[in-house]
């Protein structure tokens, strides 16, 4: 028997990407996908390569948010709406559901559930959170990074955090460096959202490689707080993403100070044995390669080491491990599916 699934913010990269995942997915099915930009229209038009998985489902407005929540006994919402916009549909889906009586979980995949109280959000976006009520309601984590079952909702942390914190929190937790680290890591402007800017439009894109927001960016403070709660270590971390010449993939490099004297491949059998149970985490010999993981749910890892000095590479899907596929591993969990479900399928390969 499958759950239905409601989607919201549907017309972007993520929620393309979703879909994607879904319409293969064992134990979840899309019932209703929100847009007010698209309301009315063709999901397929909007994302033509999933022609043929969605013939009859169209885009519904916020007006009709309810519906599809109170029809049913139980649903799965995975939103992608941006952050700001997310906290305040959400609100309104969980009101929906609370006064029809229907059992819901939710996965947020923007920024707006990452931070336990409206202070530290509003400290990092600069405007009031949009539902501060529902923030206890919340637990932000990679789900490798958190054994049990939640009770409540979940809110995923950003690509960028991710692929750091896959790197960052074993060195921390198992007490192999110092609690100061620092990051590089390149992405693909699919994490620049569907709309193009001076800096993500193609031309200005296209065989070209430039940072941006060195040691500001917003994600910095999520990293260390996250990094805290699933480590129990304070540490500084400073992070400088930067733009690749390609659309999809986060490849992270993480370094820092060994606290002991340790062998490559000692650092990489800890990594490995922290992410034993961990289904969708590789750590190899080599650094990885970024199109190896594209369009999956994996990660891959590796790391070197020089004197006192450790690198830690981390690779992974931006909108999938990162958004999307993260989304749908956590859902799996809140509703007691496998943890793999609809997430097991190959590689993109050659782009």
Request: net charge negative; with cysteine; charged share 20%.
């Amino acid at each position: 028997m499958t759950t239905p699934a409601i989607v919201l913010g549907g017309t972007g990269y993520v929620a393309g990407e979703l879909l994607r995942l879904l319409a293969g997915h064992p134990f979840l099915r899309p019932e209703a996908v929100l847009s007010d930009s698209q309301a009315g229209g063709a999901v397929e038009a909007a994302f033509p390569h999933l022609a043929g998985c969605f013939p009859d489902l169209a885009f519904s407005g916020r007006d009709g948010l309810a519906r599809p929540i109170g029809d049913r006994e139980k649903a799965a919402i995975l939103c992608a709406a941006p952050h700001g916009a997310a906290a305040p549909l959400l609100d309104e889906a969980l009101t929906a559901a609370e006064r029809a009586g229907t059992a819901v979980k939710v996965v947020d995949v923007s920024a707006d559930f990452r931070f336990a109280d409206g202070d530290a959000y509003r400290a990092v976006y600069k405007h009031a959170h949009g539902a501060p009520d529902r923030l206890a309601e919340f637990l932000c984590a990679v789900p490798e990074h958190l054994a049990e079952t939640l009770a409540g909702h979940v809110g995923h942390p950003g690509c960028f955090v991710t692929a750091t914190l896959l790197a960052a929190v074993p060195l921390l937790k198992l007490g192999l460096v110092e609690p100061r680290l620092s990051v590089v890591a390149v992405t693909g402007s699919t994490g620049a959202g569907r709309k193009p800017t001076d800096t993500t439009h193609h031309p200005a894109r296209r065989s070209n490689l430039f940072a941006y927001s060195p040691l500001t960016h917003r994600h910095e403070p999520e990293m260390r707080a996250l990094a805290a709660a699933a480590s129990g270590v304070e540490a500084e971390i400073f992070f400088t993403p930067q733009s690749g010449p390609f659309a999809r993939g986060i490849y992270a490099t993480l370094q820092g100070r060994l606290i002991r004297p340790m062998e490559a491949e000692e650092v990489r059998q800890a990594l490995a044995g922290f992410y034993a149970g961990a289904p969708f985490v590789e750590v190899l010999a080599d650094p990885p390669r970024l199109q190896d993981v594209v369009g999956t749910n994996r990660a891959r890892m590796s790391a070197a080491v020089s004197e006192d000095h450790v690198v830690v590479f981390s690779a992974i899907d931006n909108l999938v491990k990162g958004a999307a596929g993260g989304a749908i591993q956590w859902m799996n969990r809140l509703l007691g599916f496998p943890e793999t479900s609809g997430l097991m399928g190959p590689g993109l390969g050659w782009l």
